[in-house]
């Protein structure tokens, strides 16, 4: 079945950017999303990419696929620390069966 | 226009109880999924489930586990005999349409603990 795997935390200092990044093993992936658990709470869907791109950019966020790498990242520009949260990568075949990283956690430090 | 509704958010129970969880879909959604995260863990598929009909269920445990989407009223994860292995949060989402891409919208999920 699909792997997904995600380093499992990432510091960065305010105002930086940060950089997370997921490799998958399923090359049919077709939507590859990200997203953003806040504790306690669900999962916000952050933004999501198309496999026949090779990037997309949403205001501060900024997502690159490397097809041939089967290498996803996640790029948040000037991160505040309201980007403090788990970043969940995941990634789909055909239907809608999800299947998700192991989560980054991010912690934005003043 | 109200996002996916799970209640309740936090739900107690002691070994051997039966828990249930309901998951109510956005508004013209009619493709439900349940997700289980235990702690530290990423989501795991467990069912998927449109009205009336269960579609895929290759992530359920075998047993104690069962789900439902009856034609009115919300979907139901029910879970029998819990043990302490069974304490997860468990995640609802609801997409408009099957398609593989249709994005999916999830619900704040329920905190099972079992004492």
């Known amino acids: 079945g699909e792997d997904v795997e995600q380093s499992l935390f990432l510091s960065v200092r305010e105002g930086d950017s940060s950089v997370i990044n997921c490799t998958y093993t399923d090359s049919s992936s077709t939507y590859l999303y990200w997203y953003k658990q806040e504790p306690g709470a669900g999962l916000q869907l952050l933004t999501y990419?198309?496999?026949?791109?090779d990037m997309k950019q949403d205001q501060r966020l900024t997502v690159l696929l490397n097809k041939k790498d089967k290498h996803l990242s996640l790029r948040i520009a000037d991160t505040q620390t309201g980007d403090s949260a788990i970043y969940f990568c995941?990634?789909?075949?055909?239907?809608?069966?999800?299947?998700f990283g192991t989560g980054t956690q991010l912690k934005v430090e003043l | 226009n109200a996002g996916v509704m799970q209640n309740p958010r936090h739900l107690v129970r002691r070994r051997g109880q039966e828990a249930r969880l309901r998951c109510s879909p956005m508004k013209g959604h009619s493709h439900v999924y349940w997700y289980r995260q235990l702690p530290e863990e990423g989501l795991k598929f467990m069912v998927y489930?449109?009205?009336?009909?269960?579609?895929?269920e290759s992530g359920m445990p075998k047993e104690r586990f069962s789900a439902e989407f009856p034609k009115e009223g919300p979907s139901i994860l029910r879970i029998q005999q819990v043990v302490r292995g069974d304490s997860a949060a468990y995640f609802c989402?609801?997409?408009?349409?099957?398609?593989?891409?249709?994005?999916?919208?999830f619900g704040s999920g329920t905190q099972l603990s079992v004492l």
């Open positions: 990419i198309f496999s026949n791109m």
């Open positions: 989402a609801s997409s408009h349409d099957r398609g593989g891409d249709e994005k999916l919208f």
């Open positions: 995941a990634v789909t075949g055909g239907g809608n069966k999800l299947t």
């Open positions: 489930l449109q009205k009336e009909n269960i579609i895929d």
